[in-house]
């Protein structure tokens, strides 16, 4: 079992920025790779960044320039910098890993709201 703790989102203006927080607690060993997806009202959720130990950090093309994920592992947490936000990234910000054996566990969830 992992658990997932999200931290970081609020209300920003267009243009700024924030950084999201995912700390991990549990069967840390047994994570192979952690991501950021993000739901908007009346839309799928979405990946918008990945990260594992064996691949390069992906990202979505709406993303692509503007946010990047990294990891501390001291600490156990993996973080979403988000620069220049824009509206259309408004949206509830979940944290997700995946363990050996393909089990997925999620956060609860940041809100992220881009308005002026």
């Known amino acids: 079992q992992v658990q997932l703790e999200e931290s970081g989102g609020g209300l920003v203006q267009p243009g700024g920025s924030l950084r999201l927080s995912c700390a991990a607690s549990g069967s840390i060993s047994e994570i192979n790779a952690m991501g950021w997806y993000r739901q908007a009202p009346g839309k799928q959720r979405e990946l918008v960044s990945s990260?594992?130990?064996?691949?390069?950090?992906s990202y979505a093309d709406a993303v692509k320039g503007r946010f990047t994920i990294s990891r501390d592992d001291a600490k156990n947490t993996v973080y979403l910098q988000m620069n220049s936000l824009k509206p259309e990234d408004s949206a509830v910000y979940y944290c997700?890993?995946?363990?050996?054996?393909?089990?997925?566990?999620w956060g609860q969830g940041t809100l992220v709201t881009v308005s002026s």
């Open positions: 997700n890993a995946v363990i050996m054996g393909g089990s997925i566990f």
């Open positions: 990260i594992s130990s064996y691949s390069s950090p």
